[in-house]
């Protein structure tokens, strides 16, 4: 029988019987669940109270249902005003358009039947495949500027820029552009160059973000990354725990945003948390530049180099 599904009052209070000493294998063993999903409540929920995750739960149901709705709205338009454009027998254009909706769909928004179209459809032409050259081309821009981004990653930076296609198709792109990522077994020479690193002197114009890490006398280890302003050196804010999501940089990084305004631009290193799939979000949404050193090298750039030193200042 399955068991129902802990409230989010049930997983802040396991978190906090961790925070207090518990271990997470008993944890597990106590309530019936894995690691897996043990952490994946921890990057989700820690640091939260109960009313900040009923309330944060409350807004990604309310998100999915209108992002649901806006996009089968934007479909059903798109389908409709590229059937109205074209000139000749209606039918005949709704059973032979094909659509980032699908053509089922497409033909269900102009009414017609689906009989006609499944008989009409073929493969992709060679004009088609020949129209891909400017997808291919952001493709190559953003591998070279993101050189251990997979293809999964590229694919949500093109769809934050409007591109419709799918990830099958990024992936066959990637896969003949050569742009896959390299595994690490040797030094190699990458390809391409990276962003320029813009450097202003004014506060708030760049901050940096930096961990240090040390173990507790029982061996535990905590991890306590640092936000430093450039050019002031200062310290203004640290996010303290035993692992760090990158959610839970998000939110602390939208918090400063709110209490300082928004920075120009952010260095970091390449850490999970800081290379995460809601770091690129977050960037999007608040409009903020990132730039990532090169990879195992922080000397090249003297912030996060002095970010670490700036740590023991002012704090939040």
Known sequence: MKKARLTEEQIIGILQEHEAGAKCADLCRKHGMSEGTFYAWKAKYSGMTVSEAKRLKALEDENAKLKKLLAEQMLDMAAMKELLSKNGNARREARGCRTSEGPSRAVGTAGVSDCG?????????????????ALRGRLR?????????????????????GEVSGINRIYRLSREEGLTVRKRKARRKAIGTRAPILIQARANARRALDFVHDPFACGRCFRVRHVVDDVTRECIAAITDTSISGRRVARKLTALIERRG??????????????SNAILKWCAEHKVEWHYIAPGKPMRDTALSKASTAGCGTSS
């Open 117 to 133: 179209r499944r008989s009409q459809d073929g493969p992709l032409s060679v004009a088609a495949c020949a129209g891909h050259g």
């Open 262 to 275: 928004k920075p120009g631009m952010i260095v970091s290193d390449n850490g999970t948390e800081l290379t």
């Open 141 to 161: 821009d953003l591998a070279n500027e993101r050189r251990r981004f997979g293809y999964r990653r590229l694919f949500v930076l093109l769809r934050r820029e």
